[in-house]
């Protein structure tokens, strides 16, 4: 089973990911750490906090981490999940507290007790910070399996995923870090669109969670349908936990990625590079989407049980 630390910056579809990683039980999930992005920071954690009270998720450890990349002015996405972060429903005051240390201390205690996988599925500052403030961590991660970046189009410019447009200096540092990476980028998650189907499946569960996850994604499809003139959302973050809970999942392609942190027109931007003699990645490519679906749509379910059970 494998343990895993969830760095997040809920965020609609960081919040499906929250879940899945919850309730899977081929995943323990050991602490969730939030960073600045989709939103402020003060707003991602509450975000965290609220999806974690929402789902019944009582018992993981969650850490407030960076509020700004290492380099630079944050970038939010407002125009995406609104000005809480999580636009659509009404959540209510969050049960599930904050831990008392900040999120690197918290994936340095947790890492040191025992190895994992880090998911991250957004901006890479809490990562990059633990590697360069707490080497002796480094051992200890299994893989770092992360959302961001592209092997074609970005969403923010035309060459740059957001995740790494907020912070290119900390994707540098976690790319060039020699640990097993595995990267699902724009060109994996694009393939994994919330269509009228999966909104009808989702509904007939019936449950608290279950609006609250509709609401979710009417907000977001709303605002992909304006921004970026999608028919449907795309649902991101969770194909992360996904594809370690059944890597059949997602297929990748070996490559060399790495961050362009200065151009003029491609700040930001993944250069992928399949024909390199010094790969240093696993690159995302083919999503099972249907068996996606199922995934999720049971982790909302299990949650949904958790959440009524307390």
Known sequence: MPAIVLDCDPGHDDAFAIMLAAASPLIDLLAITTVAGNQTLPKTT???????????IHDVPIAAGAARPLHGELHIAPDIHGESGLDGPRF???????????????LRQTLLTQPATVVAVGPLTNIAMLLRTHPECAGQIERIVLMGGSTERGNVTPYAEFNIYVDPLAADIVFSSG????????????????????????????????EICLELLGFFGTAYRQVHGFAAPPVHDPITVAALIEPAILTYRRGRVDIELTGEYTRGATVVDFQSSTPNCDVGDILDVPAFWDLLIDAIEICSARALAK
């Open 46 to 56: 509450l975000n965290a906090r609220r999806v974690a009270t929402a789902a019944g």
């Open 179 to 210: 640990l097993p990476i595995s990267m699902v980028g724009l060109n994996v998650s694009h393939q994994a669109l919330a269509e009228q189907p999966i909104l009808d499946r989702i509904a007939a569960i019936g449950t608290p969670l279950a």
């Open 92 to 106: 209510g005051e969050p049960t599930v507290p904050l831990a008392d240390v900040g999120a690197v201390e918290l």
